[in-house]
């Protein structure tokens, strides 16, 4: 057997004191590595719950932004601002509103002058639906035979929101001073025959003897131009010269629903007592052309596509019809409607076509229609030259026109007769303005104290004329259908 050999280790002997000392040392070594592991920890937790927090700043930064951006394009695209009153409307807002023509029935129905109203007419409509052909049905009142005639028609390219067609019929061959019923309508893709929702009566203008038109411009489109457009009508006019400024649309392509509001105005209040629908001559204003001169036809968005004034249009592009026409009104009057320098130059082509036109007719009663006043009642803003003036203003005189109406500045106003420079009672040119169908306040400073200036107030108000072969008979109005003033021309039958 082996012999296990004892072996003795030898063990150290510490104190309590050492051991004490042996064990913190440790311990604190261990404490010192625990902290800067936390430290770490939270250092790197401190970063991921920075970056969540920034990543949800962020994000949601990024939603408002766009949500802004959404929100400003669906208030600011597609931007209409129209005047007087007023209105802001978008592409999208106008979703939101009426739409007069969104059904597939004929809209918008109205009937513009021809040069001679008395045996003529024209009459427009539009429609969103696609046509093959237009036509309008016509009778005289009380009789059975029923008359069709064609209608001719364009799609009106430039708008972008809807699709619009528009339709204007010439009639001619009417009897004077005859009252007829008018049934626009059309043809569609289908085949089918679509009409408006109600017929229309015109009384066609008396060949001889009195007539009577109401004359004003600058349309207040809201409850005040209304107001004005039923005392216009009560005085059982034939038809309207209107000079300009008519639905303030700003010849901008996205207000065409303040065309499509005045269109329905103006049929459903411009009626007279005995229901007949009244047709209108306007000459062009600085809101149908978008700026206050010398505008190019391209320009101009609505005016010329809306109102075909005289026959023979149906081979013209629209945007080539004429801004200055000539109407005979019975066998006394003859009225010019002219542009004032928005887009035809007022000295040149159109100055000789006055006096063309002014050396032909034997008409007693000559008056003009524009929108700037060659004598206006205000301080500021003259719209032409002093040459362009004179030009107008020697034509008139040497023509020995009656009255020109003025409009523009919203302000009621009466000339004294005025001719070579200074009043002359027995054969001055009266120039009655100024433009306010329904607007009573003025656009700029009024200047009543003007040596040519017999009255002149901020007041709405629309002229009543009645003309006959021995006189020329104008009234004023406002409002209430109150007569302002009272001017009377019996003629001198000078040519």
Same mark, same amino acid.
């Given at each position: =057997? ?30 010192? @590595? ?9 250092? *790197? ?9 920034? %990543? ?19 208030? @600011? #695209? ?30 918008? $129905? ?8 008395? @045996?003529? &007419? ?43 067609? &528009? %339709?204007?019929? !010439? ?5 004077? +001073? ?80 303040? /065309? ?5 105005? /103006? ?10 629908? &009244? ?22 968005? %609505? ?25 005979? &009104? ?5 009225? =010019? ?11 040149? !082509? ?41 030009? /107008? ?8 026109? @009656? ?30 303005? #100024?433009?306010?169908?329904?607007? #009573? +306040? ?6 009543? #104290? ?23 008979? *104008? ?12 001017? $009377? ?7």
């Amino acid at each position: =057997m082996y012999e296990l050999e004892e072996t003795v280790v030898p063990l150290t002997v510490i104190t309590n004191h050492e051991f004490q000392e042996h064990y913190l040392m440790i311990r604190g070594h261990m404490h010192k @590595t625990s902290s800067r592991t936390d430290t770490c920890r939270g250092y *790197v937790s401190s970063i991921h719950r920075g970056f969540r927090l920034r %990543f949800k700043h962020i994000m949601a930064g990024m939603v408002i932004s766009l949500l802004m951006s959404v929100f400003t394009w669906l208030m @600011t #695209d597609g931007m209409c601002i129209t005047a007087h009153p007023v209105q802001v409307s978008t592409w999208f807002t106008r979703k939101f509103e009426r739409n007069m023509c969104s059904d597939e029935s004929v809209c918008n $129905v109205y009937f513009t002058l021809p040069q001679d109203p008395s @045996t003529s &007419i024209i009459v427009n409509f539009h429609s969103e639906v696609e046509p093959t052909a237009g036509f309008v049905d016509y009778n005289v009142v009380g009789q059975s035979i029923v008359k069709r005639a064609h209608a001719n028609y364009f799609k009106f390219d430039e708008l972008e929101e809807v699709d619009r067609y &528009i %339709f204007w019929a !010439e009639i001619t061959e009417l009897e004077s +001073g005859t009252v007829y019923s008018f049934s626009p309508g059309y043809v569609d893709q289908a085949g089918t025959v679509r009409y408006g929702k109600e017929t229309y009566r015109v009384k066609t203008v008396n060949s001889h003897g009195n007539v009577t038109f109401v004359t004003g411009g600058d349309m207040q489109n809201d409850h005040n131009g209304i107001k004005m457009s039923q005392v216009a009508a009560s005085h059982e006019p034939a038809f309207v010269l209107f000079g300009g400024d008519i639905a303030y649309a700003n010849s901008n392509l996205f207000c065409y629903k303040r /065309w499509d509001w005045w269109f329905y105005n /103006w049929n459903k209040y411009m009626k007279t007592p005995l229901g007949y629908n &009244i047709p209108i001559s306007v000459t062009i204003g600085n809101h149908e052309a978008g700026g206050d001169r010398d505008r190019t036809r391209d320009e101009v968005k %609505f005016y010329l596509e809306y109102f075909p004034q005289q026959l023979g249009l149906a081979n013209i592009p629209p945007k080539d019809r004429p801004l200055y026409h000539a109407h005979q &009104i019975s066998n006394h009057t003859f009225a =010019m409607m002219l542009d004032s320098g928005l887009v035809e130059p007022i000295i040149g !082509e159109q100055s000789k076509w006055m006096e063309e036109q002014l050396n032909k007719t034997t008409a007693v009663n000559k008056v003009a229609s524009y929108h700037y006043p060659l004598y206006p009642a205000v301080t500021v803003a003259k719209f032409m030259t002093p040459e362009e003036k004179q030009t /107008w203003v020697d034509i008139f005189e040497r023509y020995n026109m @009656t009255a020109g109406f003025e409009n523009h500045f919203h302000v009621f106003k009466e000339s004294k007769p005025i001719r070579g420079g200074k009043v002359d009672e027995e054969t001055g040119v009266v120039y009655l303005g #100024d433009g306010a169908w329904g607007i #009573d +306040g003025g656009l700029t400073f009024m200047n009543a #104290d003007s040596w040519w200036v017999k009255t002149a107030v901020q007041k709405a108000h629309v002229y009543v004329v009645t003309a006959s072969e021995s006189v020329f008979h *104008v009234r004023a109005f406002d409002k209430q259908n109150q007569q302002i003033t009272s001017f $009377v021309r019996k003629h001198t039958n000078q040519q």
